[in-house]
T-cell receptor
């Protein structure tokens, strides 16, 4: 069974640009979660999508947005990039809505570097 | 708001020995889940063990076991017979059991464990 896959592995952008990160969940999983792992800040919850809808959002500005497609894959978009957006972005998926009964499974992440 | 605290930024252990990683959390919820994830240098976060708060019995998974003290809001991870492959960052995480209305894991800052030969 293929795990959660994320692309690209590494993304280099400059301030003010836009970045798009992609995630494919494990087959059969309908919930997708995005987390930011920044140096010194630990893992912070960004967004949760289930059945194509945004279900919950962490404490991040609106320039962090995303969507979930009918095949349950997801995109995270970050507009007007700032230096502090440099981080590892992890995507996770779960079999059930919310991931409490079934745990979240993580991908390898996308390393976003802002120059 | 829930918080998760891991007070040991770094730990080391000799191969084949036992090590315990500490985690405390703060919540007013009565029903929730607790998790330990490991993140090796290869980056992928892997679930190690899960505990449901309403279960008094401590969860075990092979060499990994937890000591769950609900009243003390403590959730430590014990790794027995440590192996070189256990070298990783270990994260303690909390999730409310609220029918999936929030979905997010709340993570501690992590403990970097090094297993030495």
């Amino acid at each position: 069974e293929a795990g959660v896959t994320q692309s690209p592995t590494h993304l280099i952008k400059t301030r003010g640009q836009q970045a798009t990160l992609r995630c494919s969940p494990i087959s059969g999983h309908t919930s997708v979660y995005w987390y930011q792992q920044a140096l010194g800040l630990g893992l912070q919850f960004l967004l949760w999508y289930d059945e194509g809808e945004e279900r919950n959002r962490g404490n991040f500005p609106p320039r962090f947005s995303g969507r979930q497609f009918p095949n349950y894959s997801s995109e995270l978009n970050v507009n007007a990039l700032e230096l502090e957006d440099s981080a590892l972005y992890l995507c996770a998926s779960s079999l059930d809505r919310g991931g409490s009964n079934q745990p979240q499974h993580f991908g390898d992440g996308t390393r976003l570097s802002i120059l | 708001a829930q918080t998760v605290t891991q007070s040991q930024p770094e730990m080391s252990v000799q191969e084949a020995e036992t090590v315990t990683l500490s985690c405390t959390y703060d919540t007013s919820e009565s029903n929730y889940y607790l998790f330990w994830y490991k993140q090796p240098p290869s980056r992928q976060m892997i679930l190690v063990i899960r505990q449901e708060a309403y279960k008094q019995q401590n969860a075990t998974e092979n060499r990994f076991s937890v000591n769950f003290q609900k009243a003390a809001k403590s959730f430590s991870l014990k790794i027995s017979d440590s192996q070189l492959g256990d070298t990783a960052m270990y994260f303690c995480a909390f999730m409310k059991h609220d029918g999936g209305s929030q979905g997010n894991l709340i993570f501690g800052k992590g403990t970097k464990l090094s297993v030495k030969p």
